[in-house]
Protein backbone atom coordinates (compact mmCIF):
# COMPACT_ATOMS: atom_id res chain seq x y z
CA UNK A 1 0.00 0.00 0.00
CA UNK A 2 1.15 3.43 -0.75
CA UNK A 3 2.72 5.35 2.25
CA UNK A 4 3.84 9.06 2.68
CA UNK A 5 6.47 9.86 5.32
CA UNK A 6 7.33 13.32 6.62
CA UNK A 7 10.32 12.05 9.28
CA UNK A 8 10.08 15.70 11.16
CA UNK A 9 7.58 16.89 13.37
CA UNK A 10 9.34 19.59 14.00
CA UNK A 11 11.61 22.34 11.71
CA UNK A 12 12.57 25.46 13.63
CA UNK A 13 14.96 27.62 11.40
CA UNK A 14 15.84 31.56 11.83
CA UNK A 15 14.18 34.29 9.38
CA UNK A 16 16.25 34.09 6.39
CA UNK A 17 17.52 30.77 6.91
CA UNK A 18 17.01 27.73 4.08
CA UNK A 19 14.36 25.14 4.65
CA UNK A 20 13.60 21.89 3.25
CA UNK A 21 10.67 19.82 4.68
CA UNK A 22 11.64 15.61 3.53
CA UNK A 23 8.86 14.35 2.40
CA UNK A 24 9.38 10.48 1.05
CA UNK A 25 6.84 8.26 -0.50
CA UNK A 26 6.22 4.83 -1.51
CA UNK A 27 4.18 3.95 -4.20
CA UNK A 28 4.90 1.72 -7.27
CA UNK A 29 3.42 3.74 -9.80
CA UNK A 30 3.92 7.02 -11.00
CA UNK A 31 1.88 9.16 -8.17
CA UNK A 32 1.14 12.68 -8.22
CA UNK A 33 2.51 14.08 -5.34
CA UNK A 34 1.06 17.65 -3.14
CA UNK A 35 2.23 20.02 -1.11
CA UNK A 36 -0.75 20.79 1.52
CA UNK A 37 -0.22 24.16 4.16
CA UNK A 38 -2.53 24.61 7.02
CA UNK A 39 -1.71 28.13 8.57
CA UNK A 40 -3.03 28.89 12.42
CA UNK A 41 -7.37 28.85 12.31
CA UNK A 42 -7.17 28.18 8.54
CA UNK A 43 -8.24 25.63 6.41
CA UNK A 44 -5.75 23.13 5.23
CA UNK A 45 -5.09 24.30 1.10
CA UNK A 46 -2.92 23.12 -1.52
CA UNK A 47 0.84 24.54 -1.77
CA UNK A 48 2.01 23.06 -4.90
CA UNK A 49 1.82 20.01 -6.85
CA UNK A 50 4.77 18.28 -8.40
CA UNK A 51 2.72 17.95 -11.95
CA UNK A 52 2.68 21.76 -12.29
CA UNK A 53 6.25 22.50 -11.62
CA UNK A 54 5.59 25.72 -10.05
CA UNK A 55 7.59 28.04 -7.48
CA UNK A 56 4.56 29.25 -4.52
CA UNK A 57 5.66 32.11 -2.18
CA UNK A 58 8.99 31.11 -3.16
CA UNK A 59 8.75 27.13 -2.23
CA UNK A 60 9.63 24.36 -4.75
CA UNK A 61 9.34 20.81 -4.52
CA UNK A 62 11.01 18.66 -7.00
CA UNK A 63 9.62 14.53 -7.72
CA UNK A 64 12.74 12.49 -7.50
CA UNK A 65 11.70 9.22 -8.95
CA UNK A 66 14.75 7.43 -7.61
CA UNK A 67 14.97 8.75 -4.29
CA UNK A 68 11.29 8.55 -4.40
CA UNK A 69 11.28 11.99 -2.40
CA UNK A 70 9.43 15.29 -3.03
CA UNK A 71 11.28 17.61 -0.77
CA UNK A 72 9.96 21.27 0.00
CA UNK A 73 12.36 23.88 0.20
CA UNK A 74 12.79 26.93 0.16
CA UNK A 75 16.00 29.58 0.04
CA UNK A 76 15.17 32.00 2.55
CA UNK A 77 12.36 31.36 5.32
CA UNK A 78 10.29 34.00 6.44
CA UNK A 79 8.08 34.86 9.43
CA UNK A 80 4.98 34.06 7.79
CA UNK A 81 5.91 30.70 6.40
CA UNK A 82 5.47 29.26 10.24
CA UNK A 83 2.33 26.90 9.78
CA UNK A 84 1.46 22.66 9.63
CA UNK A 85 2.89 21.22 6.19
CA UNK A 86 1.57 18.04 4.93
CA UNK A 87 3.31 16.15 2.02
CA UNK A 88 0.21 14.02 0.26
CA UNK A 89 0.47 11.46 -2.55
CA UNK A 90 -2.47 10.34 -4.97
CA UNK A 91 -2.39 7.50 -7.00
CA UNK A 92 -2.07 7.74 -10.69
CA UNK A 93 -5.38 8.03 -12.51
CA UNK A 94 -4.80 6.19 -15.67
CA UNK A 95 -3.40 3.25 -13.28
CA UNK A 96 -6.17 2.91 -10.95
CA UNK A 97 -8.59 5.70 -10.74
CA UNK A 98 -8.40 6.18 -7.01
CA UNK A 99 -8.45 10.12 -6.42
CA UNK A 100 -8.13 9.48 -2.35
CA UNK A 101 -5.15 11.54 -0.69
CA UNK A 102 -2.42 9.52 1.96
CA UNK A 103 -1.44 12.31 3.79
CA UNK A 104 1.83 12.13 5.66
CA UNK A 105 1.65 12.84 9.46
CA UNK A 106 3.17 16.79 8.94
CA UNK A 107 5.93 19.01 9.60
CA UNK A 108 5.29 21.89 11.45
CA UNK A 109 7.80 24.86 10.55
CA UNK A 110 8.86 27.42 12.90
CA UNK A 111 10.00 30.76 11.42
CA UNK A 112 11.92 32.41 14.58
CA UNK A 113 12.59 35.93 14.10
CA UNK B 1 -13.47 32.96 -3.98
CA UNK B 2 -15.59 30.32 -3.89
CA UNK B 3 -14.65 27.95 -0.45
CA UNK B 4 -15.95 24.85 1.01
CA UNK B 5 -18.21 25.46 4.29
CA UNK B 6 -18.77 22.86 6.90
CA UNK B 7 -21.58 22.60 9.27
CA UNK B 8 -21.30 22.62 12.55
CA UNK B 9 -17.78 23.78 13.38
CA UNK B 10 -18.02 21.77 16.76
CA UNK B 11 -20.76 18.93 17.48
CA UNK B 12 -20.38 17.39 21.02
CA UNK B 13 -22.80 14.31 21.31
CA UNK B 14 -23.05 11.18 23.34
CA UNK B 15 -21.45 7.73 22.98
CA UNK B 16 -24.16 5.99 20.61
CA UNK B 17 -26.01 9.10 19.38
CA UNK B 18 -26.43 9.54 15.55
CA UNK B 19 -24.93 12.78 14.18
CA UNK B 20 -24.73 14.13 10.78
CA UNK B 21 -22.14 16.35 9.23
CA UNK B 22 -22.67 19.13 6.61
CA UNK B 23 -20.37 20.42 3.84
CA UNK B 24 -21.28 22.32 0.81
CA UNK B 25 -18.84 21.71 -2.02
CA UNK B 26 -18.02 24.28 -4.10
CA UNK B 27 -20.72 24.37 -6.31
CA UNK B 28 -19.02 23.55 -10.27
CA UNK B 29 -17.50 20.43 -8.83
CA UNK B 30 -18.21 17.00 -9.38
CA UNK B 31 -16.11 15.09 -6.49
CA UNK B 32 -16.61 15.31 -3.15
CA UNK B 33 -14.38 13.40 -0.19
CA UNK B 34 -14.76 13.28 3.58
CA UNK B 35 -10.89 12.73 5.51
CA UNK B 36 -10.66 12.75 9.39
CA UNK B 37 -7.29 13.85 11.22
CA UNK B 38 -7.87 12.13 14.93
CA UNK B 39 -5.55 14.41 17.56
CA UNK B 40 -2.43 14.19 17.04
CA UNK B 41 -2.58 12.03 14.20
CA UNK B 42 -2.65 11.80 10.16
CA UNK B 43 -5.14 13.15 7.97
CA UNK B 44 -6.82 9.77 6.88
CA UNK B 45 -9.01 9.27 3.70
CA UNK B 46 -12.70 7.85 4.50
CA UNK B 47 -14.83 8.21 1.25
CA UNK B 48 -15.14 9.93 -1.84
CA UNK B 49 -18.44 10.40 -3.77
CA UNK B 50 -19.19 10.73 -7.68
CA UNK B 51 -22.31 10.89 -9.41
CA UNK B 52 -24.50 10.33 -6.40
CA UNK B 53 -22.49 6.89 -5.50
CA UNK B 54 -19.62 6.24 -3.58
CA UNK B 55 -16.39 5.64 -5.94
CA UNK B 56 -14.25 4.85 -3.23
CA UNK B 57 -14.01 4.12 0.52
CA UNK B 58 -10.97 3.16 3.09
CA UNK B 59 -11.65 0.57 5.69
CA UNK B 60 -12.91 3.13 8.27
CA UNK B 61 -15.40 3.68 6.81
CA UNK B 62 -17.19 0.88 7.85
CA UNK B 63 -21.32 0.20 8.36
CA UNK B 64 -21.71 2.58 10.62
CA UNK B 65 -20.76 5.83 8.69
CA UNK B 66 -22.77 6.84 5.34
CA UNK B 67 -22.63 9.45 2.93
CA UNK B 68 -25.83 11.20 1.11
CA UNK B 69 -26.16 14.04 -1.28
CA UNK B 70 -29.49 14.88 -0.14
CA UNK B 71 -30.11 18.01 -3.18
CA UNK B 72 -28.29 20.12 -5.17
CA UNK B 73 -25.50 21.56 -2.54
CA UNK B 74 -24.69 19.56 0.31
CA UNK B 75 -22.87 16.80 0.85
CA UNK B 76 -23.21 14.58 4.11
CA UNK B 77 -21.80 12.35 6.06
CA UNK B 78 -23.60 10.35 9.06
CA UNK B 79 -22.59 8.22 11.71
CA UNK B 80 -25.12 5.85 13.00
CA UNK B 81 -23.70 5.32 16.48
CA UNK B 82 -20.54 7.12 17.70
CA UNK B 83 -18.03 5.33 19.77
CA UNK B 84 -15.52 7.34 21.67
CA UNK B 85 -12.61 6.76 18.87
CA UNK B 86 -14.63 8.67 16.53
CA UNK B 87 -14.03 12.07 17.99
CA UNK B 88 -11.67 13.47 15.42
CA UNK B 89 -11.49 16.49 12.91
CA UNK B 90 -13.83 15.92 10.17
CA UNK B 91 -12.92 17.58 6.87
CA UNK B 92 -15.09 18.06 4.04
CA UNK B 93 -13.21 18.04 0.14
CA UNK B 94 -14.40 18.73 -3.17
CA UNK B 95 -13.03 18.83 -6.66
CA UNK B 96 -13.38 19.71 -9.85
CA UNK B 97 -12.48 16.18 -11.26
CA UNK B 98 -10.56 15.00 -14.45
CA UNK B 99 -6.61 14.49 -14.57
CA UNK B 100 -5.47 18.08 -14.72
CA UNK B 101 -8.41 19.06 -12.56
CA UNK B 102 -8.02 17.05 -9.65
CA UNK B 103 -7.16 19.74 -6.95
CA UNK B 104 -9.16 19.27 -3.72
CA UNK B 105 -10.46 22.03 -1.98
CA UNK B 106 -10.63 21.55 1.94
CA UNK B 107 -13.59 22.52 4.00
CA UNK B 108 -12.01 23.84 7.25
CA UNK B 109 -13.58 21.15 9.33
CA UNK B 110 -15.88 20.03 12.15
CA UNK B 111 -14.19 19.18 15.69
CA UNK B 112 -16.42 16.16 16.51
CA UNK B 113 -16.59 15.03 20.42
CA UNK B 114 -18.18 11.66 21.41
CA UNK B 115 -18.27 11.62 25.27
Known amino acids: AQRVTQPEKLLSVFKGAPVELKCNYS??????LFWYVQYSRQRLQLLLR??SRESIKGFTADLNKGETSFHLKKPFAQEEDSAMYYCALMESLMDTGRRALTFGSGTRLQVQP | EPEVTQTPSHQVTQMGQEVILRCVPISNHLYFYWYRQILGQKVEFLVS????????KSEIFDDQFSVERPDGSNFTLKIRSTKLEDSAMYFC?????????????FGPGTRLTVL
Open chain 1, 50 to 51: HI
Open chain 1, 27 to 32: YSGSPE
Open chain 2, 93 to 105: ASSEGGAASNEQF
Open chain 2, 49 to 56: FYNNEISE
